[in-house]
C-alpha cells in the first residue's frame, strides 16, 4: 500500500499560478504511474493528468493542456502538478493517487489504488 499526502492548494486570483506537490512512502516509487484528479462541488471526480513511473508517458485533459505541468522526482519520492494561468473553473479538491503498474493503464480512477487526503484548491474571478 502506498501512502499519499498532498500540499500546496489555496486562494488565488484568475490567471495566478499554484504548485502542488504529493509526497509518497510504502513502495518504490518508481514502480508506479500516478495521476491528480479534482473533484468540484456538486460534481464527479475527474481525471487531471497522469505520469508514467519513469516519467516518460504523461496525459492530460484538454482543459488543462498548455496551462498545467506534472512531473515526478523519484529521489525524492515526490509528484509536482504546476498549475499555471487558473481558471475558475479549476475550482475544485485536488486528489494524487498511486496506479499499480509503472506505466499508465487507463486514465479511469478504478486503476489508481491508493489516494491522498485532497488539497483544495480555489480560483477567484
Known amino acids: 500500500q502506498v501512502q499519499l499526502v498532498e500540499s500546496g492548494g489555496g486562494l488565488v486570483q484568475a490567471g495566478g499560478s499554484l504548485r502542488l506537490s504529493c509526497v509518497a512512502s510504502?513502495?518504490?516509487?518508481?514502480?508506479?504511474?500516478m495521476g491528480w484528479f479534482r473533484q468540484a462541488p456538486g460534481k464527479e471526480r475527474e481525471f487531471v493528468t497522469a505520469?508514467?513511473?519513469?516519467?516518460?508517458?504523461?496525459y492530460y485533459r484538454d482543459s488543462v493542456k498548455d496551462r498545467f505541468t506534472i512531473s515526478r522526482d523519484n529521489a525524492k519520492n515526490t509528484m509536482y502538478l504546476q498549475m499555471n494561468s487558473l481558471k475558475p473553473e479549476d475550482t475544485a479538491v485536488y486528489y494524487c493517487?498511486?496506479?499499480?503498474?509503472?506505466?499508465?493503464?487507463?486514465?479511469?480512477?478504478?486503476?489508481?489504488?491508493?489516494w491522498g487526503q485532497g488539497t483544495q484548491v480555489t480560483v477567484s474571478s
Open positions: 493517487a498511486a496506479g499499480r503498474v509503472p506505466y499508465i493503464s487507463s486514465l479511469h480512477e478504478t486503476d489508481f489504488g491508493s
Open positions: 510504502g513502495r518504490t516509487f518508481s514502480s508506479y504511474a
Open positions: 505520469i508514467s513511473g519513469s516519467g516518460g508517458q504523461i
